[in-house]
Nanobody
Framework: QVQLVESGGGLVQAGGSLRLSCASS????????MSWYRQLPGRQRELVAS???????NYADSVKGRVTISRDNSKVTVALQMNSLKPEDTAVYFC??????????WGQGTQVTVSS
């Protein structure tokens, strides 16, 4: 079992920045890829960015160049630095952690609102 707790969401004006953080606890020594997803009301949850244990990253096209994902393997935390935010980035952001081979865990989500 892994517990994930996000922090850092809030209200920001367009063009501003936010840094989301995700702390983990539980069986964290087995955590593999960690990711950030986001979800708008009535929409499917979508991948924003992911990072493997070795540091390989993957970004959604919509955020490339504006977002950086990073992780601390010693603490098993993951962060999402978001710059040049747009109103369309408004969503609930979720932290995700994979425990190979089959388990995946989610945080409770943190709201990000970007005003125009």
């Amino acid at each position: 079992q892994v517990q994930l707790v996000e922090s850092g969401g809030g209200l920001v004006q367009a063009g501003g920045s936010l840094r989301l953080s995700c702390a983990s606890s539980g069986t964290i020594n087995k955590v593999g890829t960690m990711s950030w997803y986001r979800q708008l009301p009535g929409r499917q949850r979508e991948l924003v960015a992911s990072i493997t244990k070795s540091g390989a990253t993957n970004y959604a096209d919509s955020v490339k160049g504006r977002v950086t994902i990073s992780r601390d393997n010693s603490k098993v935390t993951v962060a999402l630095q978001m710059n040049s935010l747009k109103p369309e980035d408004t969503a609930v952001y979720f932290c995700n952690a994979d425990l190979p081979p089959y388990q995946t865990y989610w945080g409770q989500g943190t709201q990000v609102t970007v005003s125009s």
